[in-house]
């Protein structure tokens, strides 16, 4: 690359930036002015050394011919500015009198013409001027007369094959308005012999016309919405009119139910779309403002096949720049309207791509012709190309992730054995003999539980010696807790919304087995139900942050993220823009240039779907809030067991494994030789060195204990200061909910003969975490103690829960993750096969040159769960026989590190990362590579000084340690700016610099900052945002491993959890180390089918005997929540028609994609999904 080319991007002092002169008056530019601009246009050739003059002086100038309004719109400026960052770009703004008043020939003139029609606009003028001058055209203006006629927009529409609502044009002559094709009912009319039964819409001809009616039926009322052009806060009223207008010319079309909302799309040329949802404006008349009185827009991910209607409407209207409505109604996507030139409002996202578009469209189709010194931009997301660990290149095809959520507040749990009559009923009606077991959530639900408890301690009061059961402590906490829980106000901790809280039932035929000796009711025959009832557990505000800067974070894994501008050798300026200052923005793009195929999937719990939406919110820099993000964005994927468990139905393995648990750490004397074989066969080092803090189970235990009713007595006293009357904690927790959580893991954790209840152990840590971490403000005595016991304890029983010999890890972790697995080896088949349909297409050969193709995708899958869902699929890669540890060095250094790490916390990652070698033979099995990657997610107390340390990310991506950066690579980050949302005023915290990780040059490294705090807590409050010596980093949130001179962070001004309920701080997350980076598809694709078979196979046995279970209760049931079947949609290749007026792209290639959820349509051995 030349010189010149390689500064062709940047001349951000000088913004070449004219609107006319002073005073709304303008002049004409002179041949002298065009020639200095130019070099292109003028009347009389100059002589030829003056044609040939200095080539760094030539420009391009883009001019502007539009309505002042528009032309000084906040949108339209911050894109000129950012297109005035192209060295050789100079954008001209034509003044609205000369558009209005001066002849053509007096216009200024231009290259390139941004042109487009609005109200008051002279249109005839402007394609004089386009006749007169030729320049480029970014948007055709002989198209624009169709635009304005909705009769010719439908017509233009219904030839290239695009869906848009049934419709009949009804034109009437203004002389004889009377005469024309229309017969008028009570309920519908009659257009042309077209009949549309209300309701139906009627549109004005003319585009510019907003006036738009619905007319509704007699049956729900009559009447009609009026539209009309936003006033204030108001876009449409309701009329009770119900006749049709007698007067004008009107489109007549069918009304589609869509679920409230419009999506509204804008192109910018056919490869790129941004999309936003709105309030309809049909639905209430109401604009929905946020804070600062902008109109609320959420974001929406386009499905392929819209994706390709965005570009067929692009190119059929010839509108480079161009917004149209889609309607979402019965599974299709209908346009409705196409409104031309228009632009995103209040997306700094959105203006950085449109500038970078745009300008790289003019250089691309006229520095040729000005012999203006510019290569055409390999851009990063034509092809995510990154470095192999063998120094070659390869294309990043498909990311898999599983996350674990973010810190939430301590789930409760209260279990009981009941038998009455009223619960089996209530079983019966919401299907639970259909698989023997059934979740509650819904209100209504809820509702019916507390009237059974209601009910049957009435009849306990009434009738002491009636036969009820249900013990009467555990119905008047099941009564306390609901009745609590739902009186709370939506800020208070615990809310029960419906999202953070369940009631489950399940089946048992014998009923209850007793766990161990000391249970002192003897057993009743029969069948009953163990009804579970669960609350708390809710994603806090911290674990929103760490969820959102998490996603962030991971745009680094992409291509183009990981680089400014200049390493990526990308010639244009727009990676320097707003949201290109730190890593990621390669992604981003990708995104939006329909190129990365994105699917996020959630449990059915609220901490982890909310998760997930935060974790959008941050990997495509959303903005707003999350409810809207995770209506939109975020599947539910609460069927088959894909994401969602039911801890509390334990397989005969799990069960025999937890009674061997209990029966260990029952024994009051210290941990022997046969006591560590017994309890780590694997040798893990985390669990030996956890067994050496306890010692002692019992005596341990006891200690907790004591240390609890501590607690539970500091808390009181605190209660009876009158200084701690409003005394509000984390989360708005007050004392009194604090007391009751330690009060009954205190009655609940020592049992009635003085034995110790280890199930009750997560609970106490989860408990002490939560309050050592949130409320350290209150200084309660001990906690440090209670946490380092309790965490010694839970080291143990939380993975070993999960099986303690390595053939029971498998069979419990086949029983939790099994369709996950599938559904993973689906997603990497998926792949593959889309590169093979491909390759059929005569796009294949093109895509080694980096041209774009939205039949070129990159996969990425996010899963979001639960700990025993990351804990299973772990087991299954550690213990599944993937590799052998003997024979493979990396392998055995993944499986030491992995057995030291202690606790898989909050934001645990395993992902999955799928290459393609396009220079290996397509048969041969190193054409696919596989890299596998974890995280134990977010650091805990004192974790800094025990950490086990990894090998980095991709650690063998570059063999030179000296600082080489390949396009695309993940080094050199030291060019990147800072964030510019962290150049708030930082609050430095000083600490001891650490050792430096020995890593290679090319890895993405973190370093773990070390903590010289007497707590030892790793937290920070805010980002530092100076540029500092790798020796020397400022603190900051650990997430992925990045070089030290990188450091990225949302700063808390930018959140609304900005100084969110006291001073509780944000913990760190460590970074991806690589697992394994050179295993074939191959390889992985057979350890997943064995592991799919042998699981299935064992699953079959076990639905076989829970069948036989049922036999009594063989009646039809009703599924709780309804679940549609997906219904897999064939890829299609439908290559768009070339346009002449556009021709920097080549024709399209779109998958579509099928439904949102996947799909076992029976529980089988044989799992079947559908591709997504």
């Known amino acids: 690359m030349s010189k010149s080319s390689g500064q062709g991007m940047f001349n951000s002092e000088l913004p070449q930036f004219l609107i006319g002169s002073e005073g709304g008056e303008s002049r004409e530019l002179d041949d002298t002015d065009m020639r200095k601009i ?344 034509d092809i995510p190309i990154v470095p192999t660990t063998s120094g070659t290149m390869m294309e990043l095809r498909c990311v898999i992730a599983v996350i674990r959520h973010g810190d939430r507040t301590p789930k409760q749990k209260m279990k009981m054995e009941v038998r009455n009559a009223l619960f089996f009923e209530l079983f019966e009606k919401y299907g639970g003999y259909k698989s023997g077991k059934l979740k509650l ?103 929103r942050v760490q969820a959102e800067e998490l996603g962030r974070a991971f745009r680094c894994m992409y291509p183009g993220g990981q680089d400014s501008c200049r390493s990526l050798g990308c010639e244009s300026p727009i990676d320097c823009g707003d949201y290109a200052g730190f890593p990621g923005c390669g992604l981003l793009r990708l995104h939006s240039t329909y190129r990365h195929d994105l699917k996020i999937y959630a449990s059915d719990e609220g901490r982890v779907q909310m998760t997930a939406a935060a974790f959008a919110k941050g990997l495509l820099a959303l903005e707003g809030e999350l409810t809207p993000i995770l209506v939109q964005m975020v599947k539910s994927a609460n069927m088959n067991g894909l994401l969602d468990s039911d801890s509390d139905s334990l397989t005969d393995c799990q069960q025999r494994v937890k009674a061997r648990l209990h029966e260990i750490m029952q024994k009051n004397k210290d941990f022997n030789e046969e006591d560590y074989s017994k309890l780590a066969p694997t040798g893990s080092p985390s669990l030996v060195n956890s067994m050496g803090v306890i010692f002692n189970p019992v005596s341990t235990c006891d200690r907790v204990h004591t240390l609890i009713k501590s607690l539970t007595c500091q808390i009181c006293k605190r209660l009876e200061d009158p200084k701690s009357a409003d005394l509000q904690l984390y989360h708005s927790e007050t004392l009194e909910l604090m007391l009751q959580r330690w009060s009954k893991l205190e009655r609940d954790f020592r049992m009635k003969n003085g034995r110790y209840d280890i199930s009750k152990i997560p609970d106490i840590y989860d408990c002490v975490k939560y309050d050592t971490q949130h409320n350290s403000s209150l200084g309660l005595e001990d906690t440090l103690e209670l946490f380092r016991l309790s965490r010694a304890l839970a080291d143990i029983i939380i993975p070993q829960e999960y099986g303690i010999t390595k053939a029971e890890k498998l069979d419990i972790a086949s029983a939790y993750c099994l369709p996950l697995v599938k559904k993973i080896q689906l997603d990497l088949q998926r792949t593959h096969e889309d590169e093979a349909v491909n390759k059929l297409h005569p796009l294949w050969f093109r895509y080694s040159r980096g041209v774009m193709s939205p039949g070129r995708h990159v996969r990425t899958r996010l899963y979001f769960t639960s700990e025993s869902h990351v804990h299973s699929l772990l087991n299954i890669f550690r213990y599944g026989g993937l590799l052998d540890e003997l024979k493979d060095e990396q392998w055995k250094q993944a499986m030491d590190y992995l057995s030291a790490v202690t606790e898989l916390n909050y934001m645990t990652q395993i992902v999955i990362m799928l290459y393609e070698d396009n220079n290996k033979d397509p048969s041969s099995e190193e054409r696919f590579h596989v890299e596998l990657h ?239």
């Not at 006036?211 to 009309?228: D, E, K």
């Not at 087995?513 to 806090?540: C, M, Q």
């Open 934 to 1172: 974890f995280s134990p997610g977010v650091k805990g107390c004192k974790d800094e000084e025990n950490a086990p340390m990894g090998f980095g990310f991709r650690p063998a991506s570059s063999e030179n340690h000296e600082m080489q950066t390949d396009p695309g690579s993940l080094e050199d980050l030291s060019q990147d700016e800072p964030d510019r949302a962290a150049l708030t005023e930082p609050i430095s915290i000083q600490r001891k610099s650490p050792l430096i990780r020995g890593r290679k040059a090319g890895s993405m490294e973190a370093l773990s900052e070390s903590n010289t705090s007497s707590r030892g807590l790793a937290y920070r409050i805010f980002p530092s945002t100076s540029r500092q010596s790798p020796e020397i980093k400022p603190s900051g949130l650990e997430l992925l491993s990045m070089p030290a001179v990188k450091r990225f962070s949302v700063s808390y001004a930018r959140h609304p959890t900005n100084g969110f309920e006291g001073c509780s701080l944000v913990p760190s997350i460590y970074p991806l180390e690589t697992l394994h980076n050179s295993l074939s598809l191959k390889q992985v694709d057979e350890f997943l089918t064995t592991l799919c078979k042998n699981g299935s196979e064992t699953q079959f046995k076990r639905l076989k005997s829970l069948s036989a279970m049922f036999e009594s209760h063989s009646q039809p049931s009703i599924d709780v929540d309804n679940q549609e079947t997906p219904i897999s949609t064939p890829v299609q290749n439908q290559p768009a028609s070339q346009s002449l007026w556009y021709t920097s792209s080549p024709p399209s290639t779109v998958s579509s994609s099928g439904p949102s959820s996947p799909s076992v349509p029976e529980p089988s051995s044989n799992f079947r999904f559908n591709s997504e």
């Open 38 to 381: 130019s070099g292109h246009y003028g009347e009389e050739e100059e002589e030829e050394e003056e044609e040939d003059e200095d080539q760094s002086e030539r420009q391009i100038v883009v001019g502007i011919c539009s309505m002042m309004k528009k032309s000084k719109s906040k949108p339209m400026t911050e894109i000129l500015e950012r297109l005035c960052k192209f060295e050789y770009i100079t954008v001209v703004i034509f003044p609205e009198e000369v558009i209005l008043n001066e002849p053509v020939e007096k216009w200024p003139l231009c290259d390139c013409l941004i042109s487009f029609h609005s109200k008051g606009f002279a249109l005839d003028k402007a394609v004089s001027y386009s006749k007169l001058r030729n320049p480029l055209l970014i948007n055709d203006l002989d198209m624009q007369y169709f635009i304005q006629d909705r009769r010719e927009v439908y017509r233009i529409l219904q030839e290239e094959g695009i869906d848009l609502p049934r419709y009949a044009v009804l034109n009437r002559d203004p002389d004889r308005p009377e005469e024309c094709n229309l017969v008028e009912s009570e309920d519908h009319v009659e257009v042309n012999g077209e009949v549309f039964h209300k309701p139906f819409v009627e549109k004005p001809v003319s585009a510019e016309d907003h006036n738009v009616y619905i007319y509704y039926p007699t049956s729900a009322g009559g009447g009609s919405q009026r539209l009309f052009r936003k006033i204030g806060s108001r876009s449409s009223v309701y009329s009770p009119e119900s006749t049709v207008r007698k007067t004008g010319s009107y489109i007549y079309e069918e009304f589609m139910p869509t679920d409230g909302t419009d999506v509204k799309v804008y192109t910018v040329g056919p490869d790129y779309a941004h999309a936003e949802a709105r309030k309809s404006p049909a639905l209430d008349g109401k604009v929905e403002r946020d804070s600062e009185g902008k109109e609320i827009r959420y974001p929406v991910m386009l499905t392929a096949m819209e994706k390709l209607v965005a570009r067929k409407v692009c190119l059929a209207f010839k509108q480079t720049v161009c917004g149209f409505d889609l309607l979402r109604a019965n599974g299709h996507s209908f346009v409705c309207d196409v409104n031309g030139f228009s632009f995103v409002k209040n997306s700094m996202k959105y203006y950085d791509d449109c500038a970078k578009v745009l300008g790289n469209m003019v250089m691309r189709e006229l520095a040729p012709q000005l012999h203006i010194p510019w290569s055409i931009p390999m851009e990063a997301e």
């Open 441 to 543: 959530k819904k209100p209504k639900q809820l509702q019916e539980v507390l009237d059974i408890a209601r009910q049957l301690l009435a009849e306990l009061v009434l009738h002491n010696d009636c036969e009820i059961e249900e013990k009467k402590s555990k119905l008047e906490q099941l009564k306390t807790v609901l009745e609590m829980e739902s009186s709370l106000n939506d800020n208070q901790y615990g809310h029960f919304s419906g999202i953070n809280r369940k009631v489950q039932l399940t089946y048992l035929p014998n009923g209850q087995p007793k766990a161990s000796s000391e249970e002192e009711d003897a057993l009743k025959e029969g069948p009953s139900l163990l009804l579970v009832l669960k609350w708390g557990g809710e994603l806090t505000p911290a674990g």
